[in-house]
Structures are given as C-alpha cells and as structure tokens.
C-alpha cells in the first residue's frame, strides 16, 4: 500500500568512476553530484516499487537538492528517500546522502507514477 512514511536506504561505495573528475561535473577527485542525485533517486524509486500496482513504475520529474560536504574516493555513500507526500500520481520525498554519520547532501524529489507499458509507447 502506498503511504507517507516509505522509506529505503541505498549505499555505494565512492569510485574514480563516479568522482566529478570522471564524469566531468567537476575537475576534482570527489563524489559527484550527479552520482549523488542518481543514487538519491534511486532510493526513492526502490521506496515504493513494492507499493506499486502491477506494471507500474515510478519516473523522476524534479529534484532539488544541496550537495553540502565532499567524499572521496574509498568512503561509502548512502542515500535514504522517505515518502512525505501522496497527490494522486505525484509522490513527494524528502533525500539525504550521507558519508558515515555526515550529512554530505539533502533535499526533495517528485516522481510520478506511470505504467511502464503505457510510457513507453509514448516515446
């Protein structure tokens, strides 16, 4: 059932691979804030996949968010989206990205509920 108060918790390890240097955000050996964003969205969509009627998915719409503190490369990462707003279609999270016990980045993401069907006959 889909309801305020979701939550999951995703982690990865930093790489070279996902360092501004590499993806080219930045030219500094550091978490990127591309990879910070994807790893957020991607514990808001793991949040309420379960909740989700069959066929279903959710898609990102709009993230806003503050990348406060650099990691580097050898830290773990984790990303906790909570499910804080419910409008029909329209789901509202609250994103944290931490490293260890600090807080590296915050902030809201909206994603939409689609049939996966359905959007991808759209494109």
Known sequence: MLKE???????RSVTIENCALSL?????????TPAMVA?????????????????????GGEI???????SV????VSA??????VDGRKLTFEVTASDGEV???RGNHLR???????????L
């Open 73 to 76: 490369p050898g830290a773990v």
């Open 103 to 105: 807080l590296i980045g």
């Open 64 to 70: 806003n968010v503050q990348h406060l503190k650099p």
């Open 5 to 11: 108060g979701l939550s999951h918790t995703v982690e």
């Open 24 to 32: 080219g955000s930045g030219d500094l050996p550091v978490f990127a």
């Open 80 to 85: 906790t989206a909570t499910l804080v707003g």
């Open 112 to 122: 939409f509920i689609v049939d996966k069907q359905r959007f991808m006959e759209k």
């Open 39 to 59: 790893l957020m969205e991607n514990a808001a969509m793991l949040a309420v996949a379960q909740a989700l009627p069959d066929g279903a998915t959710t898609v």
